[in-house]
């Protein structure tokens, strides 16, 4: 695996440790491009036909990513000062990656200062699918304090099925919805839930060590 040349029709890579790569090849637009990498310090990709694909980066100084490292577009100045990330229709600002950071897209903003305190909210949409048909996006309300021990969650927003979360780790965490109930008290060892979508109710006292659960869904009768 230490040096690899890969050709596939018009596409081709070659890497060396997965440090130095160089590929190139044509995007889905016919567009072509050659990409440059000297990980993690130099990243660059030129195109001949399409200058909008174009972008150099020299980490962690200044620079710009385009479909690289799981994002559309990154773009970061004396990384980890700041960092702009969009995936989608989501932008983050980043200001001290990973400790603070800005969020908003498409009916949707949010701000966290982890692992201290944060809050995101997003509100229900219609969208239309790949076949044409217009379904409604879920909206949702998240915030928490003193990750990950603090947690409150609405979700489903504007579906027939929302569902409150709440969580004060290690004293409790419960959920309520149209289909589920369930309490845990000392989490994770004794929980009660009634699941009316699978039909049955169960007791976990302490999990997982005792647990009963009556039901057309699912019989279990545990001491272990």
């Given at each position: 695996?230490?040096?690899?040349?890969?050709?596939?029709?018009?596409?081709?890579?070659?890497?060396?440790?997965?440090?130095?790569?160089?590929?190139?090849?044509?995007?889905?637009?016919?567009?072509?491009?050659?990409?440059?990498?000297?990980?993690?310090?130099?990243?660059?990709?030129?195109?001949?036909?399409?200058?909008?694909?174009?972008?150099?980066?020299?980490?962690?100084?200044?620079?710009?990513?385009?479909?690289?490292?799981?994002?559309?577009?990154?773009?970061?100045?004396?990384?980890?000062?700041?960092?702009?990330?969009?995936?989608?229709?989501?932008?983050?600002?980043?200001?001290?990656?990973?400790?603070?950071?800005?969020?908003?897209?498409?009916?949707?903003?949010?701000?966290?200062?982890?692992?201290?305190?944060?809050?995101?909210?997003?509100?229900?949409?219609?969208?239309t699918n790949g076949f044409g048909d217009v379904e409604t996006v879920p909206g949702y309300n998240h915030s928490y304090w003193l990750w990950p021990f603090h947690l409150s969650q609405d979700n489903g927003i504007s579906t027939d099925n929302p569902e409150q979360f709440r969580a004060s780790i290690p004293l409790y965490v419960y959920t309520r919805s149209p289909q589920l109930d369930s309490t845990t008290v000392l989490w994770p060892f004794f929980t009660w839930m009634d699941n009316r979508s699978k039909k049955y109710r169960e007791w976990q006292m302490p999990w997982p060590v005792m647990i009963f659960a009556r039901g057309e869904g699912k019989t279990t009768s545990r001491v272990f």
């Open positions: 695996p230490l040096l690899t040349r890969v050709q596939y029709g018009h596409e081709w890579r070659w890497q060396l440790f997965q440090l130095i790569s160089f590929s190139g090849g044509q995007e889905s637009n016919e567009a072509d491009k050659t990409r440059h990498t000297l990980f993690p310090f130099y990243f660059s990709q030129r195109s001949a036909t399409d200058t909008n694909l174009n972008y150099t980066a020299f980490f962690p100084f200044y620079g710009t990513l385009k479909n690289r490292l799981w994002r559309d577009e990154i773009h970061f100045v004396m990384f980890p000062l700041y960092s702009e990330t969009g995936k989608k229709d989501v932008v983050t600002d980043n200001y001290l990656f990973p400790f603070v950071d800005v969020r908003h897209g498409d009916g949707m903003h949010g701000w966290h200062v982890w692992p201290l305190v944060g809050a995101e909210h997003k509100i229900a949409m219609l969208h």
